[in-house]
């Protein structure tokens, strides 16, 4: 079934550690994002991307890298993992044409640094 | 100023009652409006999109947008224990970048 894979689901890491989070989706869609969840502070934007090697920044992308070489992939990565990372991350995909913009969610990787 | 601001809650309803969930927002030029519904430990999911103004109905769901407030309403008429979750206002600026807020968690009891 088509849909928006993330892996790992969890993880934990120690600080100064690099993580990589992936991210896949089978529908083709134009536009991914990755969010952090956090208690207080709801869904933040970290980076997001138009197409493939578009990338631009979000509200939060500080100490984050993403890449996107392929329209299917979305890696995030933790270049040196730091305790305020510890968190839940969500990949999401939109349709570059629906007018709706809804976005589809992973599940979710839940990241915790020591 | 959080752009897209809610009340966190927790709002408590008896099943069968009304729940009446509320948002601003503070960006006038933004096109769509969302909510989300989250259940613990879950990913969000869509459940009404609206972007003129006015009322949007479905099923037991009526999203309310009046764009001269900035203000975006979701009532959940009949509310069962099933709609119990966090509710996510969302609001979509250029490049389909969706703004979220922190959500209103909904407890309703039987």
């Known amino acids: 079934d088509a849909g928006i894979t993330q892996s790992p689901r969890y993880k934990i890491t120690e600080t100064g550690r690099q993580v990589t989070l992936m991210c896949h989706q089978t529908?083709?869609?134009?536009?991914m994002f990755w969010y952090r969840q956090d208690l207080g502070h709801g869904l933040r934007l970290i980076y997001y991307?138009?197409?493939?090697?578009?990338?631009d920044k979000g509200e939060v992308p500080d100490g984050y890298v993403v890449s996107r070489s392929k329209t299917e992939n979305f890696p995030l990565t933790l270049e040196s993992a730091t305790r305020s990372q510890t968190s839940v991350y969500f990949c999401?995909?939109?349709?570059?044409?629906?007018?709706?913009?809804?976005?589809?969610f992973g599940e979710g990787s839940r990241l915790t640094v020591l | 100023q959080k752009e897209v601001e809610q009340n966190s809650g927790p709002l408590s309803v008896p099943e069968g009652a009304i729940a009446s969930l509320n948002c601003t927002y503070s960006?006038?030029?933004?096109?769509?409006f969302f909510w989300y519904r989250q259940y613990s430990g879950k990913s969000p999911e869509l459940i009404m999109f609206?972007?003129?103004?006015g009322d949007k109905e479905d099923g037991r769901f009526t999203a309310q947008l009046n764009k001269a407030s900035q203000y975006v309403s979701l009532l959940i008429r009949d509310s069962q224990p099933s709609d119990s979750a966090t509710y996510l206002c969302?609001?979509?600026?250029?490049?389909?970048?969706?703004?979220f807020g922190i959500g209103t968690k909904l407890q309703v009891i039987p």
């Open positions: 999401a995909s939109s349709e570059r044409d629906r007018a709706t913009g809804e976005l589809f």
């Open positions: 529908w083709s869609h134009s536009y």
């Open positions: 991307s138009a197409a493939a090697d578009i990338t």
């Open positions: 960006d006038r030029g933004s096109q769509s």
């Open positions: 609206i972007y003129s103004n």
């Open positions: 969302a609001v979509k600026g250029g490049y389909q970048k969706v703004t």
